[in-house]
């Protein structure tokens, strides 16, 4: 398999929500980590917008990110500056 990361990725089992509108916050975990995105899973498969933020704790680092790839209840988010 060919790896296409442009960046080294990182093990990880932390806590973390998405969040998109208003006030809409859906719990994931972050099974992954990179400067440039990570791999979160849900308790279902989410719907997603376009943009959204997500969460990671116990820190409380919020990065802007889009979806990269969705399979089931993992997404794979790259994370992008905010305009």
């Keep these: 398999m060919v790896e296409r990361r442009r960046t080294q990725r990182k093990t990880t089992a932390k806590p ?3 969040s998109f509108g208003v006030a809409a916050i859906v719990d994931c975990s972050v099974l992954n980590l990179s400067a440039a995105g990570a791999c979160l899973e849900f308790a279902f ?4 917008p376009k943009g959204f933020s ?3 704790k ?5 990065r802007s990110c889009r979806v ?4 089931g209840s ?10």
């Design 54 to 56: 997500v969460v990671m």
């Design 74 to 83: 993992r997404v794979g988010v790259e994370f992008v500056a905010r305009r």
């Design 45 to 48: 498969r989410p719907v997603l």
């Design 58 to 62: 116990p820190e409380y680092i919020r």
């Design 68 to 71: 990269a790839w969705q399979t």
């Design 16 to 18: 973390g929500s998405v």
